[in-house]
């Protein structure tokens, strides 16, 4: 089969090439980007014989189908702006496709992708991604859901703590910025919770969570959890639901004032040479100085809490996965996090495994054996832990 990668010279594309071009099932690896420069890093550790690289415009349709019409699947690793743009595309030449982006957006192409005779499969990443495959897991396991929690974040190793934030960039710091403003919708004891972005470091709103091997590690709210429980068909016999960001312990102690002071503000600071607001700063100041060196690693650590009713019991399911940065070949932990479960759905699809049209869900389209199983193969364990209530 033929992958094209969207992006495929940045952090999470270099990451899927490597994936795809080891794999005996892929015979090219089109790797489409603006710029090649960065391919240096992996080149080494690939099969570049493999591997095709091709120019992408992703303003230009017409540059985006010609490349797609190359492929039998395509996975987009681009800035989420460009999503529907690219899943036009996959409509258009009739070519699958595989992002890691919400699926709001694109919600709107389900009839359009599914007269197509098109998958589109969004929301297949690591959070969300990974997590949503869990959760389709879960609503399949128990007979009534109660519970449904899930924690995830992009963490430095201990010893890669050098900084008051304890926090180093694994993936873009602008979306860092961004989701430390998210709104989030919730569930507690039965009743909707929304928590406004300004208040989500609250301390009243943020949660201590243990992690075996990590310790205890800071959950922040972040994201509409109720939108994944509806998808999956159970709010209506849930009684907490939420999901929360790790950190190291301190990091909302930082972010409190910092917020309360209108350090997030991207209105223009009065009476500056130029228009500069307190958000573009942060970016600019704050993105340099918190790099992983070539030596550290960035861990990935998820956390899924779920409980209800299986037959006839009351029941909690625990699964975990802890990633880490690959120090031989510079992969982070949330590169791989996240190109991984593409790279798996997009040969699930090439190769007719996943059968369905339409603009898809992990929740409901991705066979969770299978994918568990070639994560497995990649070093990425799913644990379980199941256990009866009293």
Request: contains cysteine; neutral net charge; glycine residues 10%.
């Given at each position: 089969m033929r992958v094209l990668v969207l992006g495929g010279c940045g952090i999470q594309g270099r990451a899927a090439v490597f994936d795809l071009a080891k794999n005996p099932d892929v015979q090219e690896v089109i790797c489409a980007d603006a710029n090649f420069e960065a391919m240096d890093e992996i080149s080494a550790f690939v099969d570049m014989a493999k591997v095709r690289t091709e120019s992408l415009d992703a303003n230009n349709p017409e540059n985006l189908d010609r490349l797609f019409r190359q492929a039998d699947v395509a996975i987009d690793l681009l800035p989420r702006q460009f999503v529907e743009t690219v899943c036009q595309?996959?409509?258009?030449?009739?070519?699958?496709?595989?992002?890691?982006?919400?699926?709001?957006?694109?919600?709107?192409?389900e009839e359009a992708a599914r007269n197509a005779g098109v998958a589109i499969m969004p929301e297949c990443g690591l959070?969300?991604?990974?997590?949503?495959?869990?959760?389709?897991?879960?609503?399949?396991?128990?007979?009534?859901?109660?519970?449904?929690?899930?924690?995830?974040?992009?963490?430095?190793?201990?010893?890669?703590?050098?900084?008051?934030?304890?926090?180093?960039?694994?993936?873009?710091?602008?979306?860092?910025?961004?989701?430390?403003?998210r709104d989030s919708r919730m569930i507690d004891e039965g009743k909707a919770v929304d928590i406004p972005g300004a208040d989500q470091h609250d301390p009243r709103n943020v949660r201590q969570v243990d992690?075996?091997?990590?310790?205890t590690l800071e959950a922040i709210p972040n994201g509409d959890a109720i939108f994944f429980t509806d998808a999956l068909g159970v709010t209506a016999t849930i009684r907490e639901t939420g999901r929360y960001s790790l950190r190291w312990p301190g990091w909302s102690a930082l972010w409190h004032p910092l917020k309360?002071?209108?350090?997030?503000?991207?209105?223009?600071?009065?009476?500056?040479?130029?228009?500069?607001?307190?958000?573009?700063?942060?970016?600019?100041?704050?993105?340099?100085?918190?790099?992983?060196?070539?030596?550290?690693?960035?861990?990935?650590?998820?956390?899924?809490?779920?409980?209800?009713?299986?037959?006839?019991?009351?029941?909690?399911?625990?699964?975990?996965?802890?990633?880490?940065?690959?120090?031989?070949?510079?992969?982070?932990?949330m590169a791989k996090g996240v190109s991984c479960p593409a790279s798996i759905v997009a040969r699930m699809i090439a190769a007719g495994e996943i059968r369905d049209s339409g603009v898809l869900s992990p929740m409901k389209h991705i066979p969770y054996p299978a994918f568990t199983k070639a994560l497995r193969d990649r070093g990425i364990d799913v644990e379980e832990e199941e256990r009866v209530l009293e």
């Open positions: 595309s996959a409509i258009r030449t009739g070519v699958s496709a595989v992002n890691s982006n919400y699926a709001y957006p694109i919600a709107h192409l959070d969300p991604g990974i997590d949503l495959v869990i959760y389709g897991e879960a609503g399949r396991r128990f007979d009534e859901l109660h519970v449904v929690n899930s924690y995830c974040g992009g963490l430095p190793e201990r010893s890669a703590c050098d900084n008051p934030f304890n926090y180093k960039i694994s993936w873009v710091f602008e979306g860092v910025l961004a989701s430390t403003k992690f075996p091997g990590l310790g309360k002071l209108g350090f997030l503000s991207e209105d223009p600071v009065p009476g500056l040479p130029c228009a500069v607001s307190p958000y573009q700063m942060m970016n600019k100041l704050l993105g340099p100085q918190l790099q992983y060196k070539r030596n550290e690693k960035d861990l990935v650590v998820m956390l899924n809490v779920f409980e209800g009713i299986k037959g006839g019991r009351r029941v909690r399911l625990v699964s975990r996965l802890l990633i880490e940065r690959d120090l031989d070949t510079g992969i982070m932990a």
